[in-house]
């Protein structure tokens, strides 16, 4: 303490005094001083000691109190370090605190200086930190300094354990994590790049925006907690991204690592155009993944929810399976199937999209809803709705379990099938053109109502039961398994009235009927009459000096119809390649699997009198009734049994063996109810 030397004059009675009194009334203000570091602690292997009086410009250690200013090119470190106001610190240069930065003076780390924490920092002071600088925290668990604009300009956080940040909200250079350091961070924005490596693992602790590129190095993870969103236009991810919010890659997301899109309410948003690198895991329920660029090559994998939303090009994506696809994209957009899908959801295909699904792959999506394009080449299968005002052409083999209200439906090409196959009743789709469909099957069970419709191949019944509304008309008709024979098929109040009529593959009550164009091989060449017969006719030519005779031969005769299929009593079905385990559909063709039906044995009640020309009765109503199962005749089962009815049995009686006498007597009958 410095003192001033004062003269006091002091009057006592007549005596007068001057005394000298050193500093017993007054004392002189406290300043501080300014220490400089030297400037040629230049080492960073060999830092110059903070208690060194070497250190300092003056030889000797800063007081609490005194300014001190570390030069640019220094490297200096301190075990405790204290600046009391009016004390303060300003680092130009490198300084590192081994075990507490503290004291209510003011620190200011300059532009491009750094400042590495070991230990604690009690500071209660201002830590100024918002310059083109860097602080380390390179200890074990440590509490940061809350600055007091909440801003660090570029932060490292390395060393063990937690890393407690609260209060700290913005990073305007670079923020790292390195180490086995794990922190939750409150940070709302880093304006430069973020990184991940060693061990370390970070967590949000609230919607963070990353300016730079975000990479997360291979050994660590980076969660997104729950509510919150988190934007990195570049993510190169070597370790484990975790999203349980909104994680949005605008620009590019590569690395070898694993994102995983953890939770029903994690949306995970990806902009590039590139093949993703890391592997996603996306099956966790309802989460989302969104594609939002146009010409998209989309990751490989399963998803619950995924999305489409780009201005346009081309999607390739062979993708494993998913929930619900939807695909609205704004511009003209097309996807060919490369992978068969299984879906348990909804396909929803917008107006500026062509979906197609390629030869030989199988894409099941329970609802489809378009209002873009869809082909099929391979295996479609709704199997609950099939809607929209789009155009679904049908190429391959589709399946309709559901309802098919609304849709255009194109499916007329000679190489397609339509199943509709659900376990009840069904509407089929009457799509209205020239040819309505080429193959259609109806299966399952139920009753399948049908308007008039035109199909170009084959009909089959084989199940359900068809309610017809109208006259129809297919090539061939194929009822259980058996080949129909020509002429009208219906129920029994068909109107007109169906020439053959069946309540076992024709709803009783319906009104329609349906017409095969062929249904038998013909061997004669000739007419088709109304029975079943050809006629065919010879001319021969006489010619003689004196005239010219010609003569015309008519012949009539009644084949015996050909079966696609011959059911063997008592033979096992078999059982199509590619339906075997208990396959639903053809893993060959797609088709229903329906194994080969064999025919029922069948009793007819003949009576005990021989049947012969001119016979009526009940009796006779039973050999029609035989004669139209057996040989699909279409009979008028009027019980009147007439000559061309007995050219028949006499052609039967012989094709099995018999005396060709057209009686049906006790042998006839016998072999009749074998």
């Keep these: 303490m410095k003192f001033n030397l004062k003269n006091v004059f002091l009057s006592v009675g007549i005596f007068a005094f001057t005394l000298a009194l050193v500093g017993v009334f007054s004392t002189a203000k406290v300043e501080a001083s300014t220490i400089t570091s030297v400037g ?9 000691n903070w208690t060194d009086g070497t250190t300092w410009g003056g030889g000797s250690a800063p007081a609490a109190t005194d300014v001190v200013i570390i030069s640019a090119t220094d490297y200096i470190t301190g075990t405790t370090i204290t600046t009391t106001s009016p004390g303060t610190i300003t680092n130009n240069g490198n300084l590192t605190v081994t075990t507490d930065l503290t004291g209510d003076g003011a620190f200011t780390n300059a532009t491009g200086s750094t400042l590495t924490l070991v230990g604690a920092s009690t500071i209660s002071g201002v830590l100024t930190a918002t310059a083109n600088n860097t602080v380390n925290y390179t200890g074990a668990a440590q509490t940061l300094k809350d600055t007091a604009s909440h801003t660090y300009y570029n932060l490292n956080l390395s060393g063990s354990l ?69 934007t990195a236009p570049t993510t190169a991810v070597a370790g484990t991204l975790t999203n349980n919010g909104i994680f949005t890659v605008a620009t590019a997301l590569t690395g070898a690592g694993t994102v995983v899109n953890n939770a029903s309410t994690s949306t995970l948003n990806i902009g590039q155009s590139g093949f993703p690198g890391p592997t996603i895991t996306a099956t966790a329920a309802d989460n989302t993944v969104v594609y939002s660029a146009g010409s998209v090559n989309c990751k490989a994998t399963a998803y619950s929810i995924l999305n489409f939303t780009g201005s346009g090009g081309a999607i390739v994506c062979a993708l494993t399976g998913a929930k619900d696809i939807t695909l609205s994209n704004s511009g003209a957009t097309t996807w060919s199937t490369s992978t068969s899908i299984p879906m348990t959801g909804t396909l929803t295909v917008g107006a500026n999209v062509t979906l197609t699904n390629a030869a030989n792959m199988t894409l099941t999506a329970p609802t489809l809803t378009m209002t873009g394009a869809v082909t099929n080449n391979g295996i479609l299968t709704v199997d609950t709705a099939l809607s929209g005002a789009g155009i679904l052409t049908n190429i391959g083999t589709l399946n309709i379990g559901g309802t098919s209200a609304g849709v255009n439906l194109v499916a007329d090409s000679s190489t397609n099938t339509v199943n509709y196959y659900k376990a009840g009743d069904q509407t089929v789709y009457d799509p209205g053109d020239t040819t309505d469909y080429y193959n259609l099957s109806l299966t399952g069970s139920g009753a399948k109502s049908m308007a008039a419709l035109v199909i170009g191949g084959t009909f089959t019944v084989n199940g359900p039961t068809a309610t017809l509304t109208g006259a129809s008309t297919s090539y061939n008709i194929i009822l259980g398994s058996v080949l129909a024979r020509r002429l009208s098929w219906g129920a029994t109040t068909s109107s007109p009235v169906a020439v053959n009529k069946s309540n076992t593959y024709f709803t009783s009550g319906s009104t329609g009927k349906i017409t095969p164009t062929t249904g038998r091989i013909i061997t004669t060449v000739g007419d088709i009459n109304p029975d079943g017969s050809t006629t065919t006719s010879s001319s021969t030519t006489t010619t003689t000096p004196t005239s010219t005779v010609t003569t015309t031969t008519t012949t009539t005769t009644t084949p015996t119809p050909d079966l696609i299929i011959t059911a063997v009593p008592n033979a096992p079905a078999p059982v199509e390649p590619g339906c075997s385990g208990g396959n639903k559909f053809n893993t060959a063709n797609g088709n229903l699997c329906v194994n080969t039906v064999v025919a029922e044995s069948k009793t007819y009640n003949l009576g005990t009198v021989t049947l012969k020309n001119g016979s009526k009765g009940e009796a006779v109503k039973e050999l029609q009734r035989f004669l139209n199962d057996k040989l699909n005749l279409g009979l008028a089962l009027d019980g009147k049994l007439g000559p061309k009815t007995i050219a028949v049995i006499k052609k039967w009686q012989k094709d099995n063996g018999l005396v060709a006498d057209g009686m049906v007597g006790p042998k006839t009958k016998a072999l009749i109810n074998k």
Excluded: E, Q, R, Y
Aim: charged content about 5%; some cysteine; glycine content about 12%.
């Design 162 to 230: 937690a890393k407690t940040m609260t209060g700290i909200t913005t990073i305007t250079g670079n923020f790292s994590m390195s180490g086995s350091a794990t922190a939750t961070t409150f940070l709302t924005t880093i304006g430069g790049a973020l990184d991940i490596s060693g061990t370390a693992a970070m967590t949000t602790g609230a919607s963070l925006t990353v300016t730079g590129t975000s990479s997360v190095g291979a050994g660590t993870s980076l969660t997104n907690a729950a509510t919150f969103t988190l």
């Design 40 to 48: 040629t602690c230049t080492n960073p292997a060999a830092p110059c």
